[in-house]
């Protein structure tokens, strides 16, 4: 059960508006988990830009429950439709976009969207089924189905109520979707009309809506046209898959038609016949639309009720004196109804601690439904319609295929089998006939023969459960009311049939084979006659002679498969349990028939020969009747090949014997008696000669059970052992992970949507680090234990940082910093302050860095660690160095200017940086002529390597020492020299002073 919201506001109020050119516009329902945003994003993507599609969308995602979504800004993208995040209530409008929020289930009700609190466990939400549901019934043929990428196989029981109410369905190519098993689900019903990729179904989409929804309907075609057209269709159907439409309802049969119209892009009734003329599979596609093959477990719930408290338990009862009962559901399509039945007759035993042999009959004219019925597989969505004590005790869960299947017990109760209910002999003295939802589709006339034929199998007193929208109204000869809202009638027993039940015909097999050509041939242009011929009058006497004779007939193969039935065989041939998919005569004989006609067909199949037995009394209810069997062998027919052996066996109601006359003589006694020795006689040969072919009979078929059984115990025993390790290896391999499915897709849900954030998150770093990178700044980033989360590729140069070095402290990393040992000093005082801290410091290569340190604080302005950076500034260092030595050389430059002394400042390459008033004095060169030359033009060859050695001892201190200097007129003066150096804040000499005075008695 699910709990409704109540919300103060069901409209939001920015949503738009739109203007509709009409009222009714299709509604596109898009359901998707695991791996579906991505196929959202494709799909929205295909949608040409500010176009109007006059469609709505409504987008149903298996979300995680405690994450917020970011589908609705992620679709928004994609789009320029508006796109809202559904609220309760909110009225949905063409040319939108609606995203279900997380922790709701949601319905359309009756143009608006509701949304449910979700009540069931993980693993027991199919909140695509529940939406897609709601859909079909809320808008019919304008609700529209998609199943994209996901696993499990929720929006399969969706799409087929969708399509029961006259909807389109499409679904993801399964090898182009993240996650294959929703899709693949969906494509298994055989109900989806396109298999697209994402990108391609928006214009699907508009096209199939254009041309189902704006385009003239069929109704209003030519009636003559539109007839004769149907009945082509009609016989192409029975050519391709032996079935009959003729008689069902024209105006389903038309919606259904137009559909497949729609489906190939077609506009006009000759066109598609020439379409199911030329495309083998689309007679197939047409034939699966019709069947419509929509059910499920236990629909109409309170009918059920009253057939499991007011029916069954009296069925029961009166099934104590034989113990058997038997039920038949025509068009049980894929099994659940038939297992619904099955289930309440078990529970009703078990509460009766009674044993009845149920017998369910399940029937449909659909190969893929039976064949899906007898596998007895469903996906898990089922649990929707069944409570939890029902799916624990009646199904077993198939966790790797996320299905459940039918227990055996009550697989066993229930014999699917391929069956017409129109053209095949009808099951016969049963106690329940379950029709539900079939004879709706069909017109009045079959109605009256279906409901006809089901009086003739039900036993005296036995019921008949019907659909919701079907009842016994105009049939109230044959059926009594026993809860008209439930659906429930009893067999009236004083009806008289006036002519036997017909089986085997139906109204396009009374053709003629002209008429049958000609409908099979290519549509008539209007100006030409009907399909419908007037008959040879050789043809209109054979078939009378034939409806007025006695005989009943069957075709049958070497096997004795039945290939054609004809006449009312169903007095000797009866439907029985078991594989049933292709009828054999051999098990449907009745009793009394059974026996000879196997020896008849051995012995015919031995030797081509008539094979006729005489007045068999053959058991048929509670009477017998006397047939005469006649075997033979026949010409193959065109569509059988040859090497194909075919029989045919006739039935006719044996001849009364002859009476004998009244006024017999007295004296005829002797001739009597004569008589009857001779019929006694007779009677004995022709028992020895049935008994000698028996013999014959069950020699052979001794001999051939013998060789038979030798290998069947053998294979047995190898199955045996085989199932064996099977059981054990399933034993092994059981796990419960229906938890773990849902999380996992919820979580595969919220990591698409994290990755599409990652993707932002990404181009930012991208940027971020390209800004880095591009300033040079090394950055560390540093957790609240000082613990190493990130750092740039140059944070290396200066910190001995590996990639594993992540999660480490900093503290024991090996820096390259030259004179610092402060750093976690530094860093736990930032953390503590939360107050910057700037250093400079120098890495053993000798650049220089400005180290920031700064506490890393997120958008919500909380503490998470440090941040440090390191700044280069190594050429700044220089520069401001540079600057710093100049300002002191000028400053000493200054201070020296006016003294007595020569005083000389040189670079290290020895260029002369300033010349003061003594020098000039005592050399002769000006100030601006000394700027321009090397200290070596003033120092005579002889001395400089002197000079050098003394200046190579500045390192340890001043040196002076005597020696000859040059005079601007080419004298050699004698000097006394003291050298000193001047050092940089590196320590470096980055200038020499020379101070230089003349010895005494020596000129300036």
Known sequence: MKKKINMASATPNKQAKPKTKKEKFAVVGIGASAGGLAAFEDFFSGIPKKSETDLAFVLVQHLAPNHKSMLTEIIQRYTSMQVFEVKDGMKVQPNCTYIIPPKYDMAFVQGKLCLYEQTMPRGQRFTIDFFFRSLAKDQLEHAIGIVLSGTGSDGTLGIKAIKDLGGMVMAQQPDTAEYDGMPRSAIATSLVDYQLLPSQMPAELI????????????????????????????????????????????SSIVRRIERRMAVHHLSSLSDYVSCLQTIPSEANALFNDLLIGVTRF??????????????????????????SLRVWVPGCSSGEEAYSIAMLFKEKMNLFKQHVNVQIFATDISSKAIAAARYGYYPVSISEDLSPTRIKRFFNLDKENQQFSIHKEIRDMVVFSEHDVILDPPFSKLDLISCRNLLIYMDTNLQKKILSLFHYALKSGAVLFMGSSENVTSYTNLFSILDNKAKLYRKKDNFIYKKPIAFGCSKLLALTSKEYKAMLAPSPSPASTSVYKMRSLREITEQAILLHLPLSGALISDMGDILYLYGRTGQYLEPVPGDASAYNILKMARSGLQFDLTMALHKVRRKPETVHHSALRVKNNDHYLSVDLTLFAVTAAPDIPSTTPVFLVLFEPAKPMQEAPLNKPANTTTTDLSAENT????????????LSVKDEYLQSINESLEASNQELKSSNEEMQSINEELQSTNEELETSKEELQSTNEEMVTVNSELQN?????????NDMNNLISGTGIATIFLDLNLKIMRFTPSATNLINFISSDVGRPITDIQSNLINYTELTTDLQEVLDTLTPKSREVQSKLGNWYTMQLLAYRTVDNAIEGCVITFSDITEIRHERALISEKANLLHLGSLMQDARDAFIIQDLDGHILAWNNGAVRSYGWTEQQALSMNIIQHIPSEQQAQALLMIGKLNQASQSYQSQRLHKNGSLLDVFITVTALFNESDSIYAIVNMERLLEGQKS
């Open 207 to 250: 096209a199939y809506v254009d041309r189902n929804f704006n385009k003239p309907t069929l109704a209003n075609s030519e009636p003559r046209e539109l007839d004769n057209a149907l009945d082509q269709i009609f016989m192409l159907l029975l050519d391709k898959s032996g079935h009959d439409f003729s008689e069902y309802k024209q």
């Open 298 to 323: 236990f629909r109409d719930s309170a009918a059920f009720k009253t057939l499991e408290t007011q029916i069954i338990p009296d069925l029961l009862a009166e099934a104590s004196a034989t113990n």
């Open 679 to 690: 019929d006694q006689t007779n009677e004995i040969r022709t028992l020895k000669e049935q």
């Open 757 to 765: 954030k990652l993707l932002d998150l990404n181009q930012l770093n």
